[in-house]
């Protein structure tokens, strides 16, 4: 059983919105994540209430919770990289392969911090071989 968390990442506010809706600006999660004050919980919690799903293979909230924190932080090659995952335990293959690729390439941009709680090289190394293996078991080509 999962500790209560604050509002908006509960789950019970976010089933309401299908994936799809919660992407488009001026839905009610996207309005949600888009007021979330940066510096409330970052993005380290929601990653940990959505591994925790992940560990249970509860796949659907993880990847909902992983939409909201990327629809937070947009430029998260972190928050890119983790919904990767999350789609690919979904069995959801092409957008594991677009998010893996997404979080490549905020990596090789350098435009932005990996992530909003750590930008060293060790994790930013870390986020890259997470990406390059989703991509190669996927069969994508990772070669940059």
């Known amino acids: 059983m999962h500790q209560p968390i604050p509002w908006p ?3 019970s506010s976010m089933k309401f919105a299908r ?10 999660c996207w309005e949600r994540a888009r007021k979330i004050p ?35 932080y947009p430029d998260s090659a ?4 983790s919904l990767a995952d999350a789609y690919l335990a979904d069995g959801q293959k092409d957008l594991a392969r677009q998010h893996a690729e997404r979080a490549l390439a905020l990596l090789d ?10 930008d060293t090289g060790e994790y930013r190394g870390e986020i890259r071989r997470d990406a390059e293996k989703i991509l190669k078991e ?7």
Request: charged share 25%; net charge neutral; hydrophobic share 30%.
């Open 9 to 11: 990442l509960q789950r």
């Open 138 to 144: 996927l069969g994508a080509n990772t070669t940059n």
């Open 38 to 72: 940066k510096r409330s919980c970052g993005q380290r919690l929601p990653s940990i209430i959505a591994q925790d799903h992940l560990r249970e293979g509860e796949t659907k909230p993880a990847v909902e919770i992983f939409e909201l924190n990327l629809l937070a």
């Open 78 to 81: 972190d928050a890119e990289g």
């Open 19 to 28: 994936p799809a809706e919660s992407k488009k600006p001026g839905s009610n």
């Open 109 to 118: 941009s350098h435009g932005a911090p990996a992530s909003s709680w750590t």
